[in-house]
C-alpha cells in the first residue's frame, strides 16, 4: 500500500530509508505532503522516529499523523488526496504544541539517545518523521 517511492525524486533524496520506510527531516515534512498531493497521493501520515548511526529505529508512535481517522472515504480519490493533504499538514503542524519531540523521545529511549550524547551528537540529528502515501491502484479502488 506504501507508494513513497512514487515522490519525485528531489523529494525521495532528502529522505533515509530503512526496514522499507522512507523518513525525512521534520522540516521536509510540508514540503513531502506538497509533493504527495502534486502527484495524487494519498497522504496517510507517519510517526516520529530517531534513526540511529547504528541503523536502530526508535519510534515514538504516539507521536502521529493518522488521515485514515479523519479523512472520509466515501470522497472521490481526488477528494481524499486533497483532503488528506490539508490534514495532513495541519496535524502535523499542531504536534509541537501537543509533544515535545526531544522530550518524548527521551522518555522512551533514554539508553539510546544518551549514548549518542556521549559520542558528542545531538540526538536531535536523528530526529524524523516517517511518511506514508497511497496511490490509488494500492487500494485498487477500495478505501481502507
Given at each position: 500500500m506504501i507508494s513513497a517511492e512514487k515522490l519525485p525524486d528531489e523529494?525521495?533524496?532528502?529522505?533515509?530509508?530503512?526496514?522499507?520506510?522512507?523518513?525525512?527531516?521534520?522540516?521536509?515534512?510540508?514540503?513531502?505532503?506538497?509533493?504527495a498531493r502534486a502527484a495524487n497521493l494519498l497522504n496517510i501520515g507517519g510517526q516520529l522516529q530517531f534513526r540511529?548511526?547504528?541503523q536502530a529505529i526508535c519510534e515514538c508512535y504516539w507521536v502521529e499523523v493518522d488521515t485514515y481517522r479523519t479523512v472520509s472515504k466515501k470522497q472521490s480519490w481526488n477528494g481524499r488526496v486533497e483532503a488528506a493533504a490539508a490534514d495532513a499538514l495541519s496535524a502535523f503542524r499542531q504536534l509541537p504544541d501537543e509533544y515535545d519531540f526531544l522530550a518524548e523521545g527521551q522518555k522512551a529511549f533514554a539508553e539510546h539517545l544518551d549514548a549518542l550524547?556521549?559520542?558528542?551528537?545531538?540526538?536531535?540529528?536523528?530526529?524524523?518523521?516517517a511518511?506514508?502515501?497511497?496511490g490509488a491502484e494500492d487500494e485498487r479502488g477500495e478505501a481502507p
Open positions: 523529494i525521495l533524496s532528502r529522505a533515509s530509508l530503512r526496514g522499507g520506510e522512507y523518513a525525512w527531516p521534520l522540516a521536509d515534512i510540508p514540503a513531502v505532503i506538497e509533493a540511529l548511526p547504528d550524547k556521549t559520542t558528542g551528537r545531538d540526538p536531535r540529528d536523528a530526529m524524523c518523521f511518511w506514508y502515501v497511497a
